[in-house]
């Protein structure tokens, strides 16, 4: 890329089709797709391939929108394909017009056995375009019987005649993978509307690419098979095609390909589940590069990691261990205006709870885990965890040392040094059965933090 391409703006758009809630894999596209927009002060585009008006639902393209908003997406349009079937009827008239699509009335059985009968014959499976040697006649006969036709995009892969195709090379330098090539004679023309007029996703996302003037078509390498067609489609409906990128995608742990419809790897879910956006940001865009996988605090960091080319050629497995880490050490460090909201509506409210926050951050891999943490305070211990018999009577004697209030950072370390000058314990066990007394635990947040936020009354409460 020359310098002046690089801060031209560039419009992109994620495309997904509304069948279901999207998962960390379509994360990873909307993400490439939005971080590309912000390095080239562009546009961004949620565009709903929703054509099939049966799989596609409003309550799922809502549920969408707002997955993508929590996770910090913001498109700058939102366009339904469901309300643009004119103008792919209009595209489709200029293509048959034009002789670039054409009726076909092979049966799924028929185009199978004739796949066979070339590979038997070590030709490549491809369609043969037997449709296109039908008559006028022929195909009234055959429309007469009933059938109905689907329609094929005719390659521009021939010089004179379309049953003799010749090696046609359709290059495009790729944003992610580098420069690529496919012959479009090793490919079958595409079917762009089915039998019941329904159109495959081919014919519309060209016709919206161009209206919508995309720039970049950034989405994942599952597509590369598809673009040579697209590209030769662009170029028979008149104009250029836009960039590609094709980014490598991800998988569960044991390597199977993530889908809309198992809704265990949703946004949603993992939402539900506590982990925070940059959490899933930083995976869904920093797994399978040359980067290191790290947690970015904000989506502006993220943004001085990404690079599009920085993605590597194979599928990489999506960990939901390695997303926990990442959120660990997110919530770590989390301040505690960023998180007042989230804790008050988990009752953690009032003039102690930013110390609290600060107190038990680091001791919590998800916000929603402070709970525990404000109930022991408040409450007390919560767990079995009991202490020794041979410590009771230490606590005890502890106990009826603490020195009166107010309490603060330096109360923990005057009460146990007088702790130890009357019991003679020190390190581990004079703290370790404190600790127990109370929290209920064997570890957490430190005890000097704790115990002004317990405060001397529900110590004392706490007295075995
Ligand atoms: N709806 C298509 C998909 O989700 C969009 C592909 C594209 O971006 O062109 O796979």
Not at 174 to 188: C, E, I, K, Y
Not at 242 to 258: D, K, R
Request: glycine share 6%; aromatic share 8%.
């Amino acid at each position: 890329m020359t310098e002046l391409e690089d801060i031209r703006p560039a419009t992109v758009r994620f495309a997904p089709s509304p069948t279901g809630r999207i998962h960390i894999g379509n994360a990873r596209t909307a993400l490439f797709n939005w971080l590309f927009a912000k390095q080239h002060h562009g546009e961004f585009i949620l565009r709903f391939d929703d054509t099939d008006l049966a799989r596609s639902k409003t309550e799922h393209a809502e549920a969408i929108l707002a997955d993508l908003q929590w996770l910090g997406i913001a498109p700058d349009t939102v366009a339904w394909q469901s309300k643009r079937f004119d103008a792919y009827a209009g595209a489709a008239e200029r293509l048959k017009a034009a002789g670039l699509l054409y009726p076909c009335f092979e049966s799924g059985e028929e185009l199978e056995r004739r796949r066979k009968l070339r590979l038997a014959r070590r030709l490549p499976p491809i369609y043969g375009r037997e449709a296109l040697k039908l008559s006028a006649e022929e195909r009234q006969a055959l429309e007469a019987e009933g059938r109905k036709p689907h329609w094929r995009f005719l390659l521009p892969n021939y010089a004179d005649s379309p049953f003799e195709t010749r090696r046609t090379e359709v290059h495009w330098d790729d944003v992610v993978r580098g420069p690529q090539t496919v012959d479009l004679a090793s490919m079958s023309d595409p079917v762009l509307i089915r039998e019941d007029g329904t159109y495959l996703y081919t014919l519309p996302s060209v016709v919206d690419d161009i209206e919508m003037a995309v720039s970049h078509i950034i989405r994942g390498d599952d597509h590369v098979t598809n673009t040579g067609a697209q590209i030769a489609l662009f170029r028979a409906l008149g104009s250029e095609a836009p960039a590609f990128g094709h980014h490598n995608l991800l998988t569960s742990v044991t390597g199977e390909g993530l889908s809309k419809r198992s809704n265990a790897l949703s946004i949603g879910s993992l939402r539900d589940d506590g982990y925070e956006p940059m959490a899933i940001n930083s995976l869904a865009v920093l797994i399978g590069t040359s980067e290191s996988v790290a947690a970015m605090a904000s989506m502006e960091a993220l943004l001085e990691h990404f690079k599009p080319d920085f993605a590597s050629k194979s599928a990489a497995k999506f960990d939901p261990a390695e997303l926990t880490n990442l959120n660990r050490a997110l919530v770590h460090e989390l301040a505690y205006e960023t998180v007042s909201d989230r804790l008050s509506e988990l009752g953690i409210a009032g003039d102690a709870a930013e110390a609290f926050w600060l107190t038990v951050r680091k001791n919590v891999d998800f916000v929603k885990e402070a709970v525990r943490w404000w109930t022991i305070v408040e409450q007390g211990p919560d767990s079995a965890e009991t202490l020794e018999d041979e410590d009771i009577d230490f606590v005890r004697e502890a106990f009826s040392l603490l020195p009166p209030e107010p309490w603060d950072g330096e109360t923990w370390s005057t009460w146990t040094a007088a702790v130890k000058a009357a019991t003679g314990r020190k390190g581990r066990a004079l703290f370790m059965p404190l600790r127990v007394a109370l929290t209920g635990l064997r570890s957490g947040p430190e005890l000097a933090d704790l115990l002004p936020l317990i405060g001397r009354a529900r110590t004392l409460d706490r007295q075995p």
